[in-house]
């Protein structure tokens, strides 16, 4: 059975810069510390990668572009600049690309912001966590709320509408209060974030908060209190004018991350640096995670290609799609492979909605055009691993 290929007929870029000033307590990203040197020639690898494969890639409309890390304010804002010089030489970018940058406040300045805006750049994306002194200290965080503020005011003067704040929750010693504090700093600032990310933490192996925690040294929230610190984010966004799009992702109204989303529905993507993914015609591939053998042979790197099955497409398509509050449509799944999602996955889903997990509703029944579509209600939110887990098939 054919499989379409990418029928938005666009392609998205993400661009992995591995550098950090110093790599936090809970990280477990492809990142790092490292000399002025090493970000040098990491850079130059990186620019030799985009000019080696853009050919293979051009034809795409580029929709969107995500430059992530790492922290990519790490490295000096004129690799920025010559990044994006390039990209727009080498691929078509829409005029009304969305192009994002992640920055720390620890390092990022005002000069940074006005460079990376004159450059093309339209969104920023900025890590705060949280707006307390204690809990940003307990993760490893270089700033404070002070330094998060001088970086988000000149994110605004230098022209940037479209900002994102990360957060997060369950952070060691941290209480409902905390969080609500940190919420309602956030929310209120002037000109308000056009969007959220807010994360609970996870305790990831290999990490510094791994062994603290196999030791009994993390005091992080019990699940009674990490559940109620969901729930309080959740409220506190909405109530705040955010429109919650995808498990851990607000917005206001029409500021969506349209690269993220891109992600979740399965459009074409090329990844270029050390570790970073893609997916094109139905192939998932990345590049190595050693940045010193990256920077040996940047255009000879690639590893575990996989070609997807049927079978491995449809599980994307449900468990990825279904992350987002808008759910998956029955004729998109229906156009994608030539069958019916019921006949697929209609004892799933059946199931699932009469635990109360999933729900299904028809769009524009009013104009006898009615769209089917199935989404995880609250509950299935609240248990999505469990859910999402069910459309895998054994």
Request: glycine share 6%.
């Amino acid at each position: 059975m054919a499989i379409k290929d990418n029928v938005h007929n666009e392609l998205e870029i993400y661009i992995h810069i591995p550098f950090c000033v110093r790599k936090c307590l809970y990280c477990d990203f492809l990142s790092a510390p490292a000399t002025d040197e090493i970000k040098d020639l990491y850079m130059r690898a990186l620019f030799k990668e985009i000019e080696s494969r853009a050919d293979e890639y051009r034809k795409f409309p580029v929709s969107s572009v995500f430059i992530g890390g790492g922290t990519p304010s790490a490295v000096k804002p004129e690799y920025i600049v010559f990044l994006m010089k390039l990209l727009n030489e080498k691929f078509i970018l829409r005029k009304d690309a969305e192009v994002t940058i992640e920055v720390n406040p620890a390092s990022a300045d005002e000069l940074s912001m006005h460079e990376y805006r004159m450059s093309g750049i339209n969104r920023i994306s900025i890590g705060l966590q949280s707006a307390n002194a204690d809990e940003l200290k307990a993760l490893g965080r270089m700033h404070d709320y002070g330094q998060f503020l001088e970086t988000y005011d000149s994110a605004v003067s230098a022209g940037f509408e479209n900002i994102n704040v990360d957060l997060m929750s369950g952070i060691p010693e941290q209480s409902i209060d905390s969080l609500r504090d940190t919420l309602f700093r956030v929310t209120r600032l002037v000109p308000e974030p056009k969007h959220i990310s807010a994360y609970s933490l996870i305790v990831e192996e290999g990490t510094p908060f791994y062994d603290m925690y196999k030791r009994g040294e993390l005091n992080i929230p019990d699940e009674d209190c990490d559940r109620e610190m969901y729930e309080e984010t959740v409220r506190l966004l909405r109530e705040a004018g955010y429109e919650r799009y995808e498990i851990s992702n607000y917005a206001k109204e029409g500021f969506r991350c349209r690269h993220n989303c891109g992600y979740w529905q399965r459009r074409d993507y090329i990844g270029f640096g050390t570790g970073a993914a893609s997916l094109h015609k139905n192939k998932r591939f990345k590049n190595c995670s050693d940045i010193g053998r990256y920077i040996e042979n940047p255009c000879g790197c690639r590893e575990e290609e996989i070609l997807l099955s049927v079978e491995d497409c449809m599980e994307e398509f449900m468990f990825l799609g279904l992350r987002m509050a808008d759910g998956v449509a029955y004729d998109e799944f229906k156009n994608t492979f030539g069958r019916d999602m019921d006949e697929v996955y209609g004892e799933v889903i059946r199931r699932n909605i009469s635990d109360g997990l999933l729900c299904e509703k028809n769009e524009n029944i009013k104009t006898g055009m009615g769209r089917r579509r199935i989404f995880l209600t609250d509950r299935g939110i609240d248990v999505s691993n469990y859910v999402l887990a069910q459309f895998l098939f054994e």
